[in-house]
């Protein structure tokens, strides 16, 4: 008696078990409701529910649509024709499958149908919705029930979630920076990698302007100035890939330095003054320097300056065809440019004394 009993719970837990794993599997994609134009009543919206492989019934969780719920029973259909009332015909080719859906919503009992693409991968398939009824958008439109004229369309994955990579770029520092070198600046770029469903890593390759320039979770390269196209590729074991792409743009905004120096030749010293006899031995020089420019254009003028005292008249008097003048200071003005077109100003006046 007792030994019967326990036979009887053995056989109970393995119907359970078998139920659950080779029955049943989890089903998770989207739903989407398209008017008569193909406009998306309801964008894309998160859906799960269960997939009977034995009795070939997919039951989607209940789910909310205008404040009330979506309730979806279908029925599988393998490849043929088929006809149900208040459904167009249903064809379904090899390589697909059908579904006969019954929707419950707001009181409302519609009966509508679909064609899926199936897309087998380890651990499961994916049901690709095709337009079945050749009138441009995905599914097949309703002929009954309040949304005659609309499409609905349930797409997912049925088992083991599809493998599936996802990358994405971060530049640190953003994606507009100033030059900091020569030319451009060296900018680290980062790739983020999420695996989902058993996906693997293979390979991580990276593109700037379109030529390979490095691979791995990182990257360094020297961007010049201006704006650059960044991709990135991350691939994974299967063959499955992803793509990330962002600009980023290297710019200078600093102003070049720029030192007037007035050097005595006879001694190569910089000076601050100069006696008058001095004069024909002083050479200006301009030094500018820019972080980015290593080149950078500098224009200077060079005038003398007469002193002029309050109440007094300047007269110009000619002698032998020469003039003279007493000149008083040299002045000197430069203007350093970059090639971003930045400017630096500068001027220096140096006392001529008698
Ligand atoms: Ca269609
Ligand atoms: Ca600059």
Same mark, same amino acid.
């Given at each position: 008696?007792?030994?019967?009993?326990? +036979?009887?719970?053995?056989?109970? %837990?393995?119907?359970?078990?078998?139920?659950?794993?080779?029955?049943?599997?989890? +089903?998770?994609?989207?739903?989407? %409701?398209?008017?008569?134009?193909?406009?998306?009543v309801v964008a894309p919206t998160p859906i799960t529910g269960t997939y009977n492989t034995d009795t070939q019934h997919i039951t989607i969780d209940p789910w909310v649509f205008f404040g009330f719920a979506v309730d979806s029973q279908i029925d599988l259909l393998s490849p043929g024709s088929y006809t149900f009332p208040g459904v167009l015909p249903i064809n379904v080719g090899s390589g697909q499958l059908g579904g006969f859906i019954t929707t419950t919503w707001a009181g409302n009992i519609i009966p509508?149908?679909?064609?899926?693409?199936?897309i087998p991968y380890t651990g499961g398939q994916h049901f690709e919705p095709i337009d079945s009824d050749g009138d441009g958008i995905p599914g097949q439109k309703m002929i009954s029930g309040p949304f005659v004229g609309f499409t609905f369309v349930y797409e997912f994955d049925a088992g083991a979630p599809a493998p599936s990579i996802d990358v994405s770029i971060n530049v640190t520092g953003g994606v507009n920076q100033q030059c900091n070198e020569t030319g451009g600046t060296h900018i680290e770029l980062t790739s983020t990698v999420d695996l989902n469903g058993g996906a693997e890593l293979a390979s991580i390759d990276w593109t700037v302007d379109g030529d390979v320039a490095g691979s791995g979770a990182s990257i360094t390269p020297f961007l010049s100035l201006g704006s650059h196209s960044i991709s990135v590729t991350a691939t994974g074991v299967s063959g499955i890939y992803d793509t990330a792409s962002t600009n980023v743009n290297v710019f200078d905004t600093v102003k070049p330095d720029l030192a007037i120096e007035v050097v005595d030749t006879r001694t190569g010293q910089a000076v601050t003054s100069i006696n008058g006899s001095g004069v024909s031995f002083l050479e200006v020089r301009l030094?500018?320097?820019?972080?980015?420019?290593?080149?950078?254009?500098?224009?200077?003028?060079?005038?003398?300056?007469?002193?002029?005292?309050?109440?007094?008249?300047?007269?110009?008097?000619?002698?032998?065809?020469d003039v003279t003048l007493p000149t008083t200071a040299l002045e000197v003005s430069a203007t350093a440019t970059d090639n971003s077109g930045n400017e630096q100003l500068d001027q220096l006046v140096l006392p001529i004394s008698k």
């Open positions: 008696m007792n030994r019967t009993f326990l +036979v009887g719970i053995a056989f109970a %837990l393995i119907g359970q078990f078998s139920a659950s794993y080779a029955e049943s599997q989890s +089903v998770s994609g989207t739903a989407v %409701l398209y008017d008569p134009g193909g406009v998306t509508h149908g679909i064609v899926w693409d199936v030094n500018s320097t820019d972080v980015c420019d290593s080149d950078v254009d500098v224009a200077g003028a060079f005038k003398p300056v007469y002193a002029v005292i309050g109440g007094e008249v300047i007269k110009i008097q000619g002698n032998n065809g």
